[in-house]
């Protein structure tokens, strides 16, 4: 009974986790900026899970080796983040927030599959729910004038549509659109993969064109290009064991798919230079010159510097990539340390448990994080907690399905 009581509490934890996340994701920073954040609810319920589930210990050895590579480096990483801060000055809360991610899908991996630790028929539709909800809210906010909502320091703020600015933006509860579209891509993403959880095809249709249209909202055209590689992942899937029944007349059928696809690229070589990504090129290749000239980072001073970018007439003030950020922000070794975590987390995942939708889904996100700042650390614990519910959970459930069916048989 006392056990059911902690693994109750592990559940109860990870669903507040997620409830603060997506829907109130509140957060306390010192900076007045959206680049510094602190505290936050989502990471108090977050490091609460990760507690309780350790201090009980019901760990499994299949993924060992990994997770402690995977700690071996985020160990490193704080080092450098450490030395970095206390002989530089920087902001060491970012680590912090890193660590805690990493170490949530840590946490995760190891446990066992118990029902009340992580119980996927309550958490997923909890989940989908949450998503299902801040979307509405968002789009009512967007129809009723605001680009955004800010809650930060204990303080709801309503930020209007600005006039003067030269397109109108759909930020909902993040401080950047690509920040809002990272998340939506992994909304898509939960809907595609747990699609068993929607009742019908309708219900299922609805939710994906709930999420396109706030995409579309956001006025960001590499997430809407990137959400059409899920359900291109999707449906190589579907029709691989199929190869041999399709008639040759029937890939007619991809054409309705292509279309969009074809007319968002167009949209986007209207609005932007495509053989430059939008600029992006030439951005990249003097964020590499600016952090080989500030291989100690810039620290806090990220956010009110710019530097001018050749080829473009207009300055900067982030490096447009995930990434390159980490490493100009926080120094060479830390954003390189973070760069190889990340990268081991994506090629395991796809090692055990490969698959064109995983690896459209994967597609998908690497073209947000690699495009403009879309992840930033308050984002990055629910980040990791989403790759484990979509590239590890699937996985597992089907690999206790099999083994449950060969014992079924053994008995027989």
């Given at each position: 009974?006392?056990?059911?009581?902690?693994?109750?509490?592990?559940?109860?934890?990870?669903?507040?986790?997620?409830?603060?996340?997506l829907?109130?994701?509140?957060?306390?920073?010192a900076?007045?900026?959206?680049?510094?954040?602190?505290?936050?609810?989502?990471?108090?319920?977050?490091?609460?899970?990760?507690?309780?589930?350790?201090l009980?210990?019901?760990?499994?050895?299949e993924?060992?080796?990994?997770?402690?590579?995977?700690?071996?480096?985020?160990?490193?990483?704080?080092?450098?983040?450490?030395?970095?801060?206390?002989?530089?000055?920087?902001w060491?809360?970012?680590?912090?927030n890193?660590?805690?991610?990493?170490?949530?899908?840590?946490?995760?991996?190891?446990?066992?599959?118990?029902?009340?630790?992580?119980?996927?028929?309550?958490?997923?539709?909890?989940?989908?729910?949450?998503?299902?909800?801040?979307?509405?809210?968002?789009?009512?906010?967007y129809?009723?004038?605001?680009?955004?909502?800010?809650?930060?320091?204990?303080?709801?703020?309503?930020?209007?549509?600005?006039?003067?600015?030269?397109?109108?933006?759909f930020?909902?509860?993040?401080?950047?659109?690509?920040?809002?579209?990272?998340?939506?891509?992994?909304?898509?993403?939960?809907?595609?993969?747990?699609?068993?959880?929607?009742?019908?095809?309708?219900?299922?249709?609805?939710?994906?064109?709930l999420?396109?249209?706030?995409?579309?909202l956001?006025?960001?055209?590499?997430?809407?290009?990137?959400?059409?590689l899920?359900?291109?992942?999707?449906?190589?899937?579907?029709?691989?064991?199929?190869?041999?029944?399709?008639?040759?007349?029937?890939?007619?059928?991809?054409i309705p798919?292509?279309?969009?696809?074809?007319?968002?690229?167009?949209?986007?070589?209207?609005?932007?230079?495509?053989?430059?990504?939008?600029?992006?090129?030439?951005?990249?290749?003097?964020?590499?010159?600016?952090?080989?000239?500030?291989?100690?980072?810039?620290?806090?001073?990220?956010?009110?510097?710019?530097?001018?970018?050749?080829?473009?007439?207009?300055?900067?003030?982030?490096?447009?990539?995930?990434?390159?950020?980490?490493?100009y922000?926080?120094?060479?070794?830390?954003?390189?340390?973070?760069?190889?975590?990340?990268?081991?987390?994506?090629?395991?995942?796809?090692?055990?448990?490969?698959?064109?939708?995983?690896?459209?889904?994967?597609?998908?996100?690497?073209i947000?994080l690699?495009?403009?700042?879309?992840?930033?650390?308050?984002?990055?614990?629910?980040?990791?907690?989403?790759?484990?519910?979509l590239?590890?959970?699937?996985?597992?459930?089907?690999?206790?399905?099999?083994?449950?069916?060969?014992?079924?048989?053994?008995?027989?």
């Amino acid at each position: 009974m006392e056990t059911s009581i902690k693994w109750r509490g592990a559940n109860i934890s990870l669903m507040i986790f997620i409830f603060f996340s997506l829907v109130f994701p509140m957060y306390y920073a010192a900076f007045d900026s959206p680049y510094y954040p602190e505290f936050s609810f989502a990471n108090l319920f977050a490091g609460l899970f990760i507690l309780i589930v350790v201090l009980n210990r019901p760990f499994t050895k299949e993924h060992r080796t990994f997770i402690i590579y995977l700690i071996a480096l985020l160990i490193l990483y704080d080092i450098a983040s450490l030395y970095i801060n206390f002989t530089q000055s920087r902001w060491i809360w970012e680590a912090f927030n890193v660590s805690l991610a990493f170490l949530l899908l840590a946490v995760l991996l190891l446990s066992k599959r118990e029902a009340l630790i992580l119980n996927e028929q309550r958490i997923i539709p909890f989940t989908i729910i949450c998503q299902v909800i801040t979307m509405i809210a968002g789009i009512i906010a967007y129809f009723v004038g605001y680009t955004s909502v800010s809650l930060t320091n204990g303080k709801i703020s309503l930020i209007p549509h600005d006039p003067n600015y030269y397109e109108k933006r759909f930020n909902w509860l993040y401080f950047h659109k690509s920040q809002y579209c990272f998340i939506l891509l992994l909304f898509v993403a939960l809907l595609v993969v747990y699609r068993k959880y929607c009742k019908n095809k309708l219900l299922f249709i609805a939710l994906n064109l709930l999420c396109l249209f706030c995409i579309i909202l956001s006025h960001t055209y590499t997430a809407l290009f990137a959400s059409f590689l899920i359900y291109i992942g999707y449906f190589i899937d579907y029709i691989k064991p199929r190869m041999k029944k399709i008639k040759k007349t029937y890939w007619l059928l991809t054409i309705p798919v292509l279309i969009p696809v074809i007319l968002i690229v167009y949209k986007m070589a209207q609005e932007r230079n495509i053989l430059s990504l939008g600029g992006r090129t030439y951005i990249w290749a003097e964020s590499i010159r600016q952090i080989l000239q500030n291989p100690l980072g810039v620290g806090t001073d990220f956010g009110g510097i710019s530097f001018e970018v050749p080829g473009l007439t207009f300055k900067v003030f982030n490096c447009h990539n995930v990434f390159l950020n980490e490493m100009y922000r926080f120094s060479l070794p830390v954003g390189l340390l973070f760069t190889i975590m990340f990268a081991s987390v994506i090629i395991y995942s796809l090692k055990k448990n490969f698959s064109f939708l995983n690896l459209g889904i994967w597609g998908a996100l690497l073209i947000s994080l690699n495009m403009d700042y879309s992840l930033l650390g308050r984002e990055l614990t629910i980040t990791m907690f989403y790759v484990y519910i979509l590239f590890f959970l699937p996985y597992i459930s089907q690999k206790e399905k099999n083994n449950s069916i060969e014992e079924k048989q053994g008995l027989r």
